[in-house]
């Protein structure tokens, strides 16, 4: 059965970090471009950082650039996000996602293309 799960989602103050994880079964990582998305609510799912095929692509949303950091560990078959200087607007939940075939880019810029989707992590930063 292929599956994504995310962990690693809690509740944090402003200012503090987090490292979400997302493993994957039932399929291996290592031809897949990995995004990491988020959904507020009453707002769109945007993407926010995503990387290549053995990291030496990747991407990030303005809003957080400096902030996170994406990395894979492809013999763990697991994506990392590290979030630092956590702000309240990172409060969402947070998706990972699969794909083949496409660019780190247009992974991020259009989320539907994704293969494979996990379930979702809640990050909540308030104080």
């Known amino acids: 059965q292929v599956q994504l799960v995310e962990s690693g989602g809690d509740l944090v103050q402003p200012g503090e970090s987090l490292r979400l994880s997302c493993a994957a079964s039932?399929?291996?990582?290592?031809?897949?471009?990995i995004g990491w998305f988020r959904q507020a609510p009453g707002r769109a799912r945007e993407g926010v950082s995503c990387v290549g095929y053995r990291d030496r692509n990747t991407y990030y949303a303005n809003s957080v650039k400096g902030r996170f950091t994406i990395s894979r560990d492809n013999a763990k078959n697991t994506v990392y996000l590290q979030m630092n200087s956590l702000k309240p607007e990172d409060t969402a939940v947070y998706y990972c996602a699969a794909t083949a075939g496409q660019t780190v880019q247009a992974m991020c810029d259009f989320p539907t293309i994704a293969d494979y989707w996990g379930q979702g992590t809640q990050v909540t930063v308030s104080s």
């Open positions: 039932g399929f291996s990582l290592d031809n897949y471009v």
